[in-house]
């Protein structure tokens, strides 16, 4: 590999990282803007693909306003648009949220 393909790979990777940040900035913007009201966004983790082909999982955990933990998830093809996508749905109130029985206490040892 010549000289100009390591910098154009290297110039590719760094775009590919610095949207990357930026969705994740506009996804702790969004739990930021979102935890006055319903409840409280406190974190999430990402789930990278499993298989060949499969989706990025991004679970969000929080609180409801009742105090009940609760969890959300968003899949997506790619890591930038799954923090995206999050972000956006945490903002309009789309995700689904479901009991978090491991916090809850409900989760049952192996």
Do not use: C
Not at 6 to 28: C, H, N, P, T
Not at 63 to 68: E, L, R, S, Y
């Amino acid at each position: 590999m010549g000289t100009q393909e390591k910098e154009a790979r290297g110039e590719s990777q760094d775009l590919a990282d610095r949207k990357v940040i930026r969705a994740l900035r506009y996804l702790f913007a969004s739990m930021e803007a979102a935890s006055s009201g319903e409840g409280h966004v406190e974190s999430f983790r990402v789930r990278g693909p499993q298989y060949d082909g499969g989706d990025y999982l991004v679970v969000l955990s929080a609180t409801d306003v009742d105090g009940t933990p609760v969890v959300a998830f968003h899949g997506a093809a790619t890591l930038q648009d799954g923090l995206t996508g999050a972000g956006n749905r945490v903002r309009n109130g789309s995700l689904k949220w479901h009991l978090d029985k491991w916090r809850a206490g409900g989760h049952k040892a192996s």
